[in-house]
């Protein structure tokens, strides 16, 4: 009996030893393994189409679609690995190029392809990251970037500034107390004032009330540091928050779309440039023969979709569809109202419509 209970003992004890070296030494590439899972899903859904399945050229259904340059390969290692972690973090992360702007058209350096949509306003930069490391496994590398002590980092920059601003609220808070009952010390020294000479005429007390509102508007010192730590607290909060979460916007409003009919012309000229030269739409849309076909094809957009509708989609459309493959490109309201109308152009004939008999 006690042999047996000893050697159940023995055997627990051999038991939790395996599970713990297992764990142990599993533990670090079970975690790596979770973030690459993580990318290739969202490859899959986000990517997939253009750059095809493991990154070939012409794997994609949409690469033939595309305009020139078209997607590279994304498995050659030759040119795939002269760039860093940080460097395609960027490509997908980007704003997507402003051709109003003179320097932007003439900065080299800029990724200057309309047709690579960015994700930097639809996922979340740990999903980024995730996403980065996937496509490193399709050239055979992998991650060299520190994600987690990037997050490390976030986190103690958010601290840090936490820290500053709880000083910087005490501190104000403790000005404005003061000031206040010196305020209050000075009114009541007024009042006895006032009490004391009664004739006090009608040109004095003016004046002092003139005094008495200047001095309203006097914005403290600690009140102005706070408000600079308030700003670093709010951009430190949201960039550790979107570490670790998609971007979230509040929903679109209904805009007014009414425009003089001048207005309107000049807008559909300036939607159908951004459409094609900023955002790309052609890379995913097709009008007529060419475009891509991720999404429908919109040569009768301007029959079918009402104008409010396509605003508010274009501005947001996680907002309306969460799980869409179409990405937020970060369009603002004037950007959005110009393809509003341009789309609104858009009015092709019913393909299937039986061509009217000639009079
Ligand atoms: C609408 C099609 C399309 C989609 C969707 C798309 N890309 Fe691209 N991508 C392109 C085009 C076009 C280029 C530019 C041509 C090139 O250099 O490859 C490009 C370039 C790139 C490059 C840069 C290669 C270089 O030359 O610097 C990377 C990396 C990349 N894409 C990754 C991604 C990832 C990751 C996703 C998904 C999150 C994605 N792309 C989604 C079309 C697309
Ligand atoms: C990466 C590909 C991609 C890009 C880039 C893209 N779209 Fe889309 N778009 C889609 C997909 C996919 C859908 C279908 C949405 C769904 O049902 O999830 C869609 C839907 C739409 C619709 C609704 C069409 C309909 O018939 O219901 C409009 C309008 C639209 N996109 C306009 C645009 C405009 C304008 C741009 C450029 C600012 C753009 N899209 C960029 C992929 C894309």
Redesign the pocket.
């Known amino acids: 009996m006690k042999g047996e209970q000893g050697m159940q003992r023995v055997l627990s004890k051999v038991a939790i030893v395996v599970v713990a070296v297992f764990a142990v030494t599993s533990g670090c590439a079970l975690f790596e393994d979770e973030r690459t899972a993580k990318g290739r899903k969202l490859y899959r859904h986000?990517c997939m189409?253009?750059h095809g399945e493991s990154g070939q050229q012409q794997e994609g259904f949409n690469w033939e679609r595309m305009p020139d340059p078209r997607p590279r390969d994304l498995s050659e290692d030759a040119a795939m690995s002269t760039f860093s972690d940080e460097e395609i973090f960027n490509t997908i992360s980007r704003d997507m190029r402003d051709t109003s702007l003179q320097e932007v058209i003439d900065d080299e350096n800029y990724f200057a392809v309309s047709?690579m949509?960015t994700f930097k306003y639809t996922l979340s930069e740990e999903e980024l990251w995730a996403v980065v490391g996937y496509v490193r496994t399709l050239h055979g590398g992998s991650l060299t970037f520190d994600v987690d002590g990037r997050k490390a980092e976030l986190e103690s920059q958010f601290q840090a500034v936490n820290a500053a601003h709880d000083q910087a609220k005490q501190a104000m808070d403790e000005a404005l107390a003061k000031q206040e009952a010196e305020e209050a010390a000075r009114a009541e020294a007024e009042e006895e004032a006032e009490e004391d000479d009664e004739d006090l005429d009608m040109e004095d007390e003016e004046d002092l009330e003139d005094y008495d509102d200047e001095e309203e508007e006097i914005v403290l010192p600690e009140e102005e540091a706070y408000e600079k730590v308030a700003e670093q607290f709010e951009a430190a909060k949201a960039a550790l928050e979107n570490f670790s979460k998609r971007p979230k916007m509040t929903q679109i409003a209904r805009p007014d779309l009414t425009t003089t009919d001048e207005e309107r012309v000049a807008l559909q000229d300036k939607g159908k440039n951004?459409?094609f030269n900023k955002?790309?739409?052609n890379?995913?849309?097709s009008v007529g023969d060419t475009g891509?076909l991720?999404?429908?094809?919109?040569d009768r957009?301007g029959f079918?979709?009402n104008d409010t509708w396509?605003y508010r989609?274009?501005r947001y459309?996680q907002g309306m569809?969460k799980?869409?493959?179409?990405?937020n490109?970060g369009?603002d309201d004037p950007d959005a109202r110009a393809?509003t109308a341009?789309?609104d152009t858009l009015r092709a004939p019913k393909p299937d419509k039986p061509i009217p008999p000639p009079e």
């Open positions: 986000y189409h253009c047709t949509p951004l459409y955002y790309g739409c890379g995913c849309h891509g991720v999404g429908p094809a919109l957009a079918r979709l396509v989609w274009v459309p569809k799980h869409t493959r179409m990405p490109l369009l393809i341009y789309l």
